[in-house]
């Protein structure tokens, strides 16, 4: 029996090798392996059609692709190869490179598509900026420069390398927790009921249309007819940036217009924090490809779990029993409802690997963000000062990455095509900016516990909107692990304000006095 290699017809690639090797001097069994033909016969009939005819090509009709070399090329080529016997060797060389040639835009195409090319493409774009300051703050630090620097530079180098370095005390927490606390007391309950109503409102309204924009843009296409099929959009750090840069203009603004406390953390050490928000956030627009809206939701109301830990690790913290409970409850509803996922529906409600391992990326960026921030109000500063740094850096970094990569006047491009998109993306910008006030007005004016509440609630909304919206579809078992999900939240919720009382409780009873 004949095998199917030895009866398939040769590519003119394969040909064009065994006319190179044969008239560079190769055997014939030589350019039988060169061109891996399994017969020499083969090669003694492309031999015989090159001499006859001055061609190799079969009588079958190319593949449609276009040709490299055209016939006065071709031509050109035969007669430098019987003139002198080095062009062949030459030509040898160069057809394999011709090919690659041919399919180097197909390979770059699909490398763009791939999550993590484009992930470690953003890293090394990130590190253009983050090793020359690395580089620098060391050389300040080195040279002792706050004793010995002078100039017009000097105030800017030390506010970005040392700072004042001056940390709040307990004792100044406590006097500010107290203050606060008296303003709402002496409030009447009637406004600071409608108070809490205009940031529950504000929250729900910021997150639940940013939530449903974030999923417009990074699943459905724009500019689509009954003729056009229209593109998406693909460059998930560009709304960063758009995110990023609205907020650092918000932020800014408030900080001129009212009085914050004098900074004093070393300006560099927004960075951490930055670069890592900067990841959380990418991955969280470009887990939107890959799995549904419903499942992240899901996964970052479970963020609690990578935020314990990483609070053992970055800040040596201690738990409570409870916590470590919700916590296992937590992890078992987000695990029903995952598991309960199936193939045969909606295909964004398919959850893949890719979409899993941005998804734990995100958390772990998540909670390490939350953590350093935790670090960093030991200094004295305000929430809008902390949403300023942050997004100073992040601009910065997210700018540099784009203009580095061109993916920056692609995007602008795309919105002058598209100005839906253009809408969209702002919109979404707006809404990230405006919930950032909102988180920090309702945690001044009633404390985490409230904006927890306020929060989970959303949540919760998000993924009902969401399935109303874009019809993703929920198991029984998806509803009960949804359900565990956030009851796990209300008991932390509830636990801890439990704990908060019993510790204030604690402070008020004076210590007994002993006898002597």
Same mark, same amino acid.
């Given at each position: 029996?004949?095998?199917?290699?030895?009866?398939?017809?040769?590519?003119?690639?394969?040909?064009?090798?065994?006319?190179?090797?044969?008239?560079?001097?190769?055997?014939?069994?030589?350019?039988?392996?060169?061109?891996?033909?399994?017969?020499?016969?083969?090669?003694?009939?492309?031999?015989?059609?090159?001499?006859?005819?001055?061609?190799?090509?079969?009588?079958?009709?190319?593949?449609?692709?276009?040709?490299?070399?055209?016939?006065?090329?071709?031509?050109?080529?035969?007669?430098?190869?019987?003139?002198?016997?080095?062009?062949?060797?030459?030509?040898?060389?160069?057809?394999?490179?011709?090919?690659?040639?041919?399919?180097?835009?197909?390979?770059?195409?699909?490398?763009?598509?791939?999550?993590?090319?484009?992930?470690?493409?953003?890293?090394?774009?990130?590190?253009?900026?983050?090793?020359?300051?690395?580089?620098?703050?060391?050389?300040?630090?080195?040279?002792?420069?706050?004793?010995?620097?002078?100039?017009?530079?000097?105030?800017?180098?030390?506010?970005?390398?040392?700072?004042?370095?001056?940390?709040?005390?307990?004792?100044?927490?406590?006097?500010?927790?107290?203050?606060?606390?008296?303003?709402?007391?002496?409030?009447?309950?009637?406004?600071?009921?409608?108070?809490?109503?205009?940031?529950?409102?504000?929250?729900?309204?910021?997150?639940?249309?940013?939530?449903?924009?974030?999923?417009?843009?990074?699943?459905?296409?724009?500019?689509?007819?009954?003729?056009?099929?229209?593109?998406?959009?693909?460059?998930?750090?560009?709304?960063?940036?758009?995110?990023?840069?609205?907020?650092?203009?918000?932020?800014?603004?408030?900080?001129?217009?009212?009085?914050?406390?004098?900074?004093?953390?070393?300006?560099?050490?927004?960075?951490?924090?930055?670069?890592?928000?900067?990841?959380?956030?990418?991955?969280?627009?470009?887990?939107?490809?890959?799995?549904?809206?419903?499942?992240?939701?899901?996964?970052?109301?479970?963020?609690?779990?990578?935020?314990?830990?990483?609070?053992?690790?970055?800040?040596?913290? %201690?738990?409570?029993?409870?916590?470590? !409970?919700? #916590? =296992? *409850?937590? $992890? &078992?509803?987000?695990?029903?409802?995952? +598991?309960?996922?199936?193939?045969?529906?909606?295909?964004?409600?398919?959850?893949?690997?890719?979409?899993?391992?941005?998804?734990?990326?995100?958390?772990?960026?998540?909670?390490?963000?939350?953590?350093?921030?935790?670090?960093?109000?030991?200094?004295?500063?305000?929430?809008?000062?902390?949403?300023?740094?942050?997004?100073?850096?992040?601009?910065?970094?997210?700018?540099?990455?784009?203009?580095?990569?061109?993916?920056?006047?692609?995007?602008?491009?795309?919105? %002058?095509?598209?100005?839906?998109?253009? !809408?969209? #993306? =702002? *919109?979404? $910008? &707006?809404?990230?900016?405006?919930?950032? +006030?909102?988180?920090?007005?309702?945690?001044?004016?009633?404390?985490?516990?409230?904006?927890?509440?306020?929060?989970?609630?959303?949540?919760?909304?998000?993924?009902?909107?969401?399935?109303?919206?874009?019809?993703?579809?929920?198991?029984?078992?998806?509803?009960?692990?949804?359900?565990?999900?956030?009851?796990?939240?209300?008991?932390?919720?509830?636990?801890?304000?439990?704990?908060?009382?019993?510790?204030?409780?604690?402070?008020?009873?004076?210590?007994?006095?002993?006898?002597?």
């Amino acid at each position: 029996m004949v095998s199917m290699a030895a009866r398939r017809d040769l590519s003119d690639f394969e040909r064009g090798v065994i006319v190179g090797a044969r008239l560079a001097g190769a055997s014939v069994t030589k350019t039988a392996q060169l061109a891996d033909v399994s017969r020499a016969t083969k090669v003694s009939k492309v031999m015989s059609a090159w001499n006859s005819e001055g061609k190799t090509s079969s009588a079958k009709g190319n593949s449609g692709r276009k040709r490299i070399f055209q016939d006065r090329d071709i031509r050109a080529l035969i007669r430098s190869t019987r003139q002198n016997r080095f062009w062949p060797a030459v030509i040898l060389v160069m057809l394999p490179l011709a090919q690659a040639a041919e399919e180097e835009s197909l390979l770059q195409e699909s490398w763009n598509d791939f999550w993590l090319f484009r992930f470690f493409l953003n890293i090394s774009g990130y590190a253009t900026i983050i090793i020359p300051g690395y580089l620098l703050i060391q050389y300040y630090k080195r040279k002792n420069y706050l004793e010995t620097g002078r100039g017009i530079c000097f105030p800017a180098i030390k506010s970005c390398v040392f700072g004042s370095e001056t940390k709040s005390s307990l004792q100044e927490e406590v006097s500010t927790t107290s203050r606060n606390e008296a303003t709402v007391a002496s409030s009447s309950s009637a406004k600071q009921f409608a108070k809490l109503l205009v940031c529950a409102f504000g929250l729900q309204a910021s997150y639940l249309t940013w939530g449903v924009l974030q999923e417009r843009v990074m699943t459905q296409t724009y500019g689509a007819a009954d003729t056009e099929l229209g593109e998406k959009f693909k460059d998930s750090q560009f709304l960063v940036f758009m995110n990023r840069i609205l907020a650092l203009t918000v932020a800014g603004v408030y900080c001129a217009l009212t009085k914050q406390p004098r900074h004093g953390v070393p300006m560099y050490k927004y960075s951490f924090a930055s670069l890592s928000n900067i990841l959380s956030s990418w991955c969280q627009y470009e887990a939107l490809k890959f799995i549904s809206f419903p499942t992240q939701v899901l996964a970052k109301a479970s963020k609690v779990i990578p935020v314990m830990l990483m609070g053992k690790i970055v800040s040596r913290k %201690s738990y409570e029993y409870w916590e470590y !409970f919700t #916590a =296992v *409850l937590i $992890s &078992v509803g987000v695990s029903m409802f995952l +598991l309960s996922s199936t193939t045969n529906k909606h295909p964004s409600t398919v959850t893949t690997f890719s979409g899993v391992v941005i998804l734990a990326g995100y958390i772990v960026f998540d909670s390490f963000t939350s953590n350093w921030q935790d670090n960093l109000f030991k200094y004295k500063m305000s929430s809008v000062q902390m949403m300023f740094g942050v997004n100073l850096f992040s601009c910065l970094f997210t700018v540099g990455s784009l203009l580095e990569q061109g993916a920056f006047l692609e995007s602008l491009k795309f919105m %002058s095509r598209h100005s839906e998109f253009a !809408f969209h #993306a =702002v *919109l979404l $910008s &707006v809404c990230s900016a405006c919930g950032q +006030l909102f988180i920090f007005y309702t945690i001044g004016q009633f404390g985490a516990a409230a904006f927890t509440i306020i929060m989970t609630l959303r949540q919760a909304f998000a993924i009902l909107l969401s399935c109303f919206v874009y019809g993703h579809a929920v198991t029984i078992v998806g509803g009960l692990g949804i359900a565990v999900v956030f009851l796990a939240l209300l008991l932390r919720v509830y636990a801890r304000s439990r704990m908060k009382r019993r510790s204030k409780k604690a402070t008020l009873i004076p210590a007994p006095v002993e006898k002597v």
